[in-house]
């Protein structure tokens, strides 16, 4: 059974940074492509980051780049996402995602309906 678990959300204060972790079980991650998404109360699910199965492509929404970086450790079976220069905006639920996509260095777009495994989700919270 394909499993993808989040772990490092938590709460910080703007201008903090955290490491959000994906990883993956009963299955190699290397074959994927993986998205980041959060989901703020009362708004819909928004695409983060995303980054292709070899690690050499990544995408971002304008919203975070160059706030967040997007990584991969394939022998880990993990993915990365470093969060810096948070903001009180940036609270959500972040979630991982998997899809197998054509290209190694190519990564998906940055919409939920292209994936197809989800993991339960991690909170972040950005306050003061």
């Known amino acids: 059974q394909l499993q993808l678990v989040e772990s490092g959300g938590g709460l910080v204060q703007p201008g903090g940074s955290l490491r959000l972790s994906c990883a993956a079980s009963g299955f190699a991650l290397d074959v994927y492509a993986i998205g980041w998404f959060r989901q703020a109360p009362g708004l819909e699910r928004e695409g983060v980051a995303c980054i292709s199965s070899s690690g050499d492509g990544t995408n971002y929404a304008d919203s975070v780049k160059g706030r967040f970086t997007i990584s991969r450790d394939n022998a880990k079976n993990t993915v990365n996402l470093q969060m810096d220069s948070l903001k009180p905006e940036d609270t959500a639920i972040y979630y991982c995602?998997?899809?197998?996509?054509?290209?190694?260095?190519?990564?998906?777009?940055?919409?939920?309906?292209?994936?197809?495994?989800w993991g339960q989700g991690t909170q972040v919270t950005v306050s003061s």
């Open positions: 995602a998997a899809t197998v996509w054509i290209g190694p260095d190519r990564p998906p777009p940055l919409a939920s309906q292209s994936y197809d495994y």
